[in-house]
């Protein structure tokens, strides 16, 4: 009853999590449309601006900046991918924030179109990189985090490799220990290999010389 009742809980978890992710992702892909949409305006918007300062209506200049400004419009352009940028965008921001060390290497059309499997690439990324940002956070470490995008053959791959203080490391793709509660199953590898599963693709890890090291291969449907 007792094994019964704790694999009810896990799934019950998983299930609120995988929700959780998904209206999560949601709602960062549309900011980034929205930006995107607002940095494709700029030209007419600046046009505005223009105008008015030759009519001296500084009022509606102030109107038009402070527009600008509460929608925070600056966010970097990555590579031009809505749904990678708004995944990269955020983790990136918080990586900066912690002082966490970073490097990208990213070779993605910028029209590349994954609106089909827009919520469950960007939920798989985001897990992966939340658990390198983490491992990093929990034990002080030094050393970057590697992250690498690819487009190739009609396939999209993520890389990430950050370091791990203990290379010891027993991975289960059915769902690693938690480092937060060792009594408990981790449920972000998990949900990342569900999804890869469910896309057809593929996800790897491995433990290198103390680099936590995850592959995913994602196959794409072009039209």
């Known amino acids: 009853l007792y094994n019964y009742l704790s694999e009810k809980n896990y799934n019950l978890i998983k299930n609120k999590i995988v929700f959780d992710e998904n209206s999560m992702t949601c709602e960062i892909i ?5 930006l995107a949409t607002l940095r494709h305006d700029l030209k007419n918007i600046v046009s505005s601006i ?6 001296s209506d500084y009022n509606n200049i102030k109107v038009i900046t402070r ?7 600056f966010n970097r352009k990555i590579t031009g991918c809505i749904p ?5 965008n955020q983790k990136i921001s918080k990586m900066k924030k912690d002082g966490i060390p970073y490097s ?3 070779q993605v059309p910028y029209n590349l179109d994954l609106s089909a499997i827009a919520i469950d690439s960007c939920a798989i990324l985001g897990n992966i990189l939340d658990n390198a940002i983490e491992e990093i956070e929990r034990n002080n470490l030094d050393d970057p985090i590697e992250i690498a995008l690819r487009f190739k053959n009609n396939k ?4 990430v490799a950050n370091p791990i203080k203990d290379s010891n490391v027993d991975v289960n793709y059915d769902g690693m220990k938690s480092i937060k509660s060792p009594n408990w199953q981790g449920i972000g590898i998990k949900s990342s290999y569900d999804r890869a ?7 790897n890890i491995t433990v290198q010389s103390n680099r936590f090291i995850v592959l995913v291969v994602i196959p794409l449907r072009m039209n």
Do not use: R
């Open 30 to 34: 549309k900011q980034e449309e929205e």
């Open 50 to 55: 223009d105008f008015y300062a030759d009519s």
């Open 67 to 73: 527009e600008i400004l509460g929608q925070e419009v």
């Open 84 to 88: 990678i940028d708004a995944v990269l």
């Open 104 to 106: 990208l290497d990213l």
């Open 156 to 159: 999209l791959v993520f890389k």
């Open 197 to 203: 599963m469910k896309l057809k693709g593929h996800l």
